[in-house]
């Protein structure tokens, strides 16, 4: 069975901070790997795509990389800011018939 | 094209009854996917089409759970009979195909009183 683990489920920091949200999966035989920012009661918006051919990928202040070998993917959020609070997702996608998500990670970030 | 669009955005029934949502993809997307998601859980799968075709169906998706995508377009997902267990947030998403990742609209709040 499928399984996506994120790491910490909360965090809360100060402006400014750079910090890093932990993705774990199961299934190596991955296709893709997505990151996506939830904010409260919305849909889900697109952040990152990384490809299984890919290590990482990076738009803005954001960076993700993708380790099949190991099972992990990071974002990387340089430079906070309280804007940047909502629940960040990461889902893989194995057979190309639909994403497996983690619980997500909810961050604060305080001014 | 503005993305993918859903409606309505909430939806408040009684239990008992049912319940039709509508979800339109971007136009030259030919995957569109149904996840449902509870508070504090991430998106679950319920089902995939590739244009017309329903491909895939999740054990979720009880017998009281239909999904159509008529002509490989829009598709609308049907709930019978609503149990307040029904209660959770439905997403819907499409895709050219996994190389281009999946675009989500902004979901249905479905509450079962």
């Known amino acids: 069975k499928q399984e996506v683990t994120q790491i910490p489920a909360a965090l809360s920091v100060p402006e400014g901070e750079n910090l890093v949200l932990n993705c774990s999966f199961t299934d190596s035989a991955i296709y893709n790997l997505q990151w996506f920012r939830q904010d409260p009661g919305k849909g889900l918006t697109s952040l990152l795509l990384i490809q299984s051919s890919q290590r990482e990928q990076t738009s803005g202040r954001l960076n993700a990389s993708l380790d099949k070998s190991s099972g992990r993917s990071t974002l990387y959020i340089a430079a906070s800011q309280p804007g940047d609070s909502a629940t960040y997702l990461c889902?893989?996608?194995?057979?190309?018939?639909?994403?497996?998500f983690g619980e997500g990670t909810q961050l604060t970030v305080n001014p | 094209d503005t993305g993918v669009s859903q409606n309505p955005r909430h939806k408040i029934t009684k239990r008992g009854q049912n319940v039709t949502f509508r979800c339109d993809p971007i136009?030259?997307?030919?995957?569109l996917y149904w996840y449902r998601q509870t508070l504090g859980q991430g998106p679950e799968f319920l089902t995939y089409?590739?244009?017309?075709?329903?491909?895939?169906k999740s054990r979720l998706l009880s017998d009281r759970f239909s999904a159509e995508r008529p002509k490989g377009s829009f598709s609308t997902l049907e709930i019978q009979r609503t149990e307040q267990g029904d209660s959770a947030m439905y997403l819907c998403?499409?895709?050219?195909?996994?190389?281009?990742?999946?675009?989500f609209g902004s979901g249905t709040r479905l509450t079962v009183v």
């Open positions: 136009s030259e997307h030919n995957r």
């Open positions: 089409f590739q244009n017309e075709a329903q491909l895939e």
């Open positions: 998403a499409s895709s050219q195909g996994y190389l281009y990742g999946y675009t």
């Open positions: 889902a893989e996608e194995t057979s190309g018939s639909r994403l497996t």
